[in-house]
């Protein structure tokens, strides 16, 4: 018997199926590549790591050099950790290259397959960050994943809280660098408080990938519980068209979902997508203080306990100019006001002291 709904399925596919036949195609394109590069010797793979990026410097995009560049790393894999990247590793690959999210179950090959994108986006020589959750999943996995970059003719390193700066600096300014969310965010704050360029530790921010991401996930891994009512602060500068999913940019609720994951009480109020003015802080403080001093009137006004920030520098301006803003408005800004970085990292049961201190100046703010 005829039906339809069976004919219309066959020739209009689904948005999936569709994603789906696109990926493979770029799969066969990496396979077509395998036995040409498998005929390469060893001194070869630096060679065509050197030639990829000369490529690039000539206006050759990364996506035009993926199935070659794919090919060759899977082929490093072989012959240094004796592992093949499968087609659905590929897949997992292409897909973090175009920075959207693979979701892979324990045991599918996530380490292996970040190898893949981590190498493409390093060819740019801008650098790459590999987010693990603790500081034993950073160094490991560098480790076991170093001699294939090394390989490939590329660097590797890893941050665990132990380092010195002087080990940070050289480590960040590897191709490839594996850490923890937490040692990134203080690194990246630290470096904004310094004043010689010469003495940070970070270069520029230029690809990320991060393992292990979702509610449920940071849910599990979450020891501190953040049971305040907290006051997620986006900036203008974190709400453009796409950024986060589908979210919507006028009114944005995932940082409200990462507040209560974290056992926090997101408040809703308005100041949270409004500028501080952060930019101006130099040339037009008056302004700056007003506008920051309004943001968190209002966050004290709908009863939040604490100020999350997204934004770096709107962070420094509302916690390092706060008081200074209360002097010159008169507008009560007496208020903690802490980096997304930085509840990440109480939240996951690092620097327990600084939680502490955090807590007790709440405590006292309310009483």
Not at 174 to 199: P, V, W
């Amino acid at each position: 018997m005829f039906n339809p709904l069976n004919f219309l399925t066959k020739i209009i596919k689904s948005n999936n199926q569709k994603e789906l036949d696109r990926l493979t195609k770029i799969v066969k394109k990496i396979n077509d590549f395998e036995e040409q590069v498998s005929k390469l010797d060893d001194e070869s793979f630096p060679l065509k790591t050197k030639e990829f990026i000369e490529k690039i410097k000539n206006g050759i995009s990364l996506d035009d050099i993926l199935p070659e560049a794919f090919a060759l790393v899977r082929e490093a894999s072989k012959r240094k950790n004796m592992e093949r990247h499968f087609d659905v590793q590929l897949i997992g690959g292409i897909v973090l290259h175009e920075n959207k999210i693979a979701e892979m179950k324990t045991g599918e090959g996530k380490t292996l397959t970040i190898t893949l994108a981590a190498y493409l986006n390093a060819l740019t020589k801008k650098g790459v960050h590999i987010v693990t959750v603790n500081d034993y999943l950073a160094k490991r996995d560098c480790e076991n994943m170093k001699s294939i970059y090394n390989f490939l003719g590329l660097t590797a390193g890893y941050i665990n809280n132990d380092q010195t700066d002087e080990q940070r600096k050289l480590n960040y300014n590897c191709d490839i660098t594996y850490a923890t969310n937490s040692e990134l965010g203080f690194d990246h704050l630290r470096d904004n408080m310094k004043f010689s360029f010469d003495t940070m530790v970070q270069r520029g921010h230029n690809y990320v990938i991060v393992d292990e991401i979702g509610l449920d996930k940071i849910q599990k891994l979450a020891v501190n519980k953040f049971d305040f009512r907290v006051a997620g602060y986006y900036s203008p500068y974190f709400q453009m068209e796409g950024a986060c999913g589908e979210d919507s940019v006028n009114d944005p609720n995932y940082f409200e979902q990462l507040i209560d994951a974290l056992g926090g009480d997101p408040i809703d109020w308005e100041g949270r997508v409004l500028s501080v003015g952060a930019p101006g802080i130099f040339s037009e403080e008056p302004t700056v203080l007003r506008q920051s001093a309004a943001v968190i009137s209002e966050a004290k006004e709908e009863g939040a306990d604490i100020i999350v920030s997204a934004c770096n520098l709107s962070h420094s301006i509302m916690d390092i100019y706060q008081g200074k803003a209360s002097r010159v408005t008169g507008i009560p800004t007496n208020m903690p006001v802490i980096h997304l970085t930085e509840l990440l990292s109480f939240a996951f049961g690092n620097h327990n002291t600084r939680f502490a201190q955090l807590r007790t100046r709440i405590a006292v703010i309310g009483d």
